[in-house]
DNA sequence: TCCAATTCATGCATTTTTGTATATCAGAGG
DNA sequence: CCTCTGATATACAAAAATGCATGAATTGGA
């Protein structure tokens, strides 16, 4: 086999990708917990081995020359295959000590998940655990996160996911705003409500029809994809919203509205790459996630 | 973009790639021109990094886990793309300065390229050459050699060939074996006689056919793929064979058979890769060759 | 069985790389 | 017009990686 052709620096085309990619050597450098100087020189000494300018230094700031850009397409196949090496070998680790990264949403990782976290420190002190209270669906095949707890099934083949239980949805409003607005007494009486929807309506809007609720897309004025945002709002008198019933009783001067309405089920779906599951250590916090979430 | 997972140090990533594909550390350190210490420390620190045993230390050699076998599959995949990198790369290069090998035949390398070489040298001494003077074909597609000259035309879409030039073979025999065995006056006096291939003479027997020469693979005792072997096994009175005039004006007693038979016409095809073409460097080299070769 | 060859591991000196601190420069905004 | 922010480049010290020399162990063959 001939391996001239692979000899040179890899870290040094690493830094010429990451440098390419976010735009500036001191980003690069941020990305790669090295330091501007070092990053600089990385590529330069690659346009030094390649004799290939990659980059124009015009003024403060770097753009890729023409050959730069020609060639960044390779090493951004390099940096592909290295993530693809990098989740493989994540998830063969059988180390138990190390860090395992779980995103949620803001309410979940608030209310529901602390304590459950706390078991898991218990049960694995040697475990870093990093929670990634996010309102964004963190992309877990770009590796964002080890595990994500999540509301819906994912589709993706590449992710495994595990049912682990259920929480019921309710109405509820701010009584501050009830009290101004009055108390709906049946469901036709919120056909004019104003209603504070969680990420995008249409998702769920057959669900709250289903059970009664005569509203449409007009009704929700006012969206958000935080939930502690949604709390605020409504205590601002910015209308109604469906909440699962953990996050309302810990939340102050909220209650529910139409309580005889049929509650709507949240699933709780339990998320993790396919390669990762096989780590020990993922696979220990997956399995106590699951046990404790049920 | 999240670069953790591409933040690994990637030298160690090659590291286990060649070893792994090499079959030992020092043949790795060997190949990349490194030491067997460097390497056997960059795995090592891989692993660690991975908590990941690649390789089991068994006795004098290191056999591939069945994780290291599952993760080498990704690092290969880098390899490829470095190696694509790599490629490009040097077609980029508008470096004059540098190195460019040319792959041959020995035939060719001995006896007719010296003098294109020593013009190239002339005309651009910064240019450092290296023959390739070989009876395999090389493959360019590996990288093998930037540049080959070869007597067919390469079907391959990633070369790009230029048919330079012409040249005649004619049938030849060692003085003091036709001494022996008699010279032939007529094509049909040689249906009996050995004859020396130059590789598979399947390939080319048509076309000596084709001249009125009543052979077939029988008369073929003896093969080989080098030239230089050619002539030796000539003089030894193995038998006949096909050389192009310049090969056996070189050569010392050697006279012709048959000169009245026509010439069989051998092209000469100049091979590059197309990512290559676009190198200041390799197209000089590539344009000198075409010139003086016509 | 013993020898030669080849392997990986380790201690130490050297070379190389990296980080820190700093200088310089360009552009945005008051 | 000036300041402030954030960019790259450079000098020098610190840290890390590398190579060399060597040792120990194993294989293959005489």
New interface residues.
Partial sequence: ???????????Q??AF??TA??GSLSAAAR???LTQPTLGRQVAALEER???TLFERVGRSLTLTQ?GL??LH??R??????????????G????IE?HVSITATNMMATFHLPPVFKKIREMAPEIELEILASSEVRDLR???ADIAIRHGRPEHPELIAKLVGETTAHLYGASEHLDAVGRPMHPDDISDADFIGFGDPTEYLPYLTDIGLPLTRENFKTTTNSGTVILALMRQGFGLSMLTRQDADLAEGIEQVLPDLDPIPIPIWLVTHRELHTSRRIRLVFDLLAEELS
Same sequence: chains 1, 2.
């Fill in positions: 086999m001939n391996w001239n052709t692979v000899s040179f620096d890899w870290n085309a690493r990708l990451v990619e976010e990305s790669l917990r390649l004799g290939v050959s020609d060639l390779h090493v196949g390099m940096g592909e295959a290295a993530g693809r090496f990098s989740l493989a070998a994540s063969q680790s059988q180390t190390g770009r590796r964002e």
